[in-house]
């Protein structure tokens, strides 16, 4: 069964430092998406992605933040100069479309940022 | 406000006893879905069900069933004969078509664990 990936599994940066999160949708997914989960806290939508530009994005998804689909399978997330606070687990989703009974989105596995 | 709310922290029950995740959402929007994902202890996030508004029919799968009812607004996952293997964070998730797009608003999370 085709599913997201996600690498790393678990990041470890300095803070300041540049991290990109990497992921590889399904691959007839059109929709792209990224969300964070602070430890024990509820998962948080930050941005969706459709047609090499960003369609919607939260406020959390401030000026540190970039995505990009620099290639044909590959959609990254950059977040610029990490902060304490951006230590999270980050979900890449994707979804085959936005219509009925195409909008489901599934998730990675996640990865864990740790920022020191 | 919270859009969904998941009022139950921490569930815990034997084995084999039925159990209900309780899930009451807000929106103002005629046109919404709702999303159950589990999150294993191994931290990712697997799709288990989506429903539309226009659809308030139960939907039994398995050990599995929800009951969705627009008049109290609310989307309740139940478990029965629960086994250990059930144990996990269980999340709602609304998605509002014409307010906020594709989104996912999740939740803070239900904890369940099974004892045996």
């Known amino acids: 069964e085709p599913e997201v990936t996600q690498t790393p599994s678990h990041q470890v940066t300095q803070m300041g430092q540049e991290v990109i999160l990497r992921c590889v949708p399904i691959s007839n997914h059109l929709y792209f998406y990224w969300y964070r989960q602070i430890l024990g806290q509820k998962v948080e939508f930050l941005v969706s992605f459709y047609n090499n530009e960003i369609s919607e994005k939260s406020e959390i998804f401030d000026d540190q933040f970039s995505v990009e689909r620099p290639d044909g399978s590959n959609f990254t997330l950059k977040i610029r100069s990490t902060k304490l606070e951006d230590s999270a687990m980050y979900f890449c989703a994707s979804s085959e479309g936005i219509g009925p009974s195409t909008d489901t989105q599934y998730f990675g596995p996640g990865t864990r940022l740790t920022v020191l | 406000a919270q859009k969904v709310t998941q009022a139950q922290t921490e569930i815990s029950v034997v084995e084999k006893e039925d159990v209900t995740l309780d899930c009451v959402y807000e929106?103002?929007?005629?046109?919404?879905?709702l999303f159950w994902y589990k999150q294993p202890p191994s931290g990712e996030l697997v799709f288990l069900i989506r429903?539309?508004?226009?659809?308030?029919q139960n939907e039994i799968s398995g050990r599995y069933s929800w009951n969705f009812q627009k008049s109290t607004s609310s989307f309740n996952f139940t478990i029965t004969a629960s086994q250990v293997v059930d144990s996990a964070v269980y999340f709602c998730?609304?998605?509002?078509?014409?307010?906020?797009?594709?989104?996912?608003?999740f939740g803070e999370g239900t904890q369940l664990t099974v004892n045996p």
């Open positions: 998730a609304l998605s509002e078509w014409e307010t906020s797009g594709s989104r996912l608003t």
């Open positions: 929106t103002r929007d005629t046109t919404y879905y």
């Open positions: 429903r539309n508004s226009f659809d308030e």
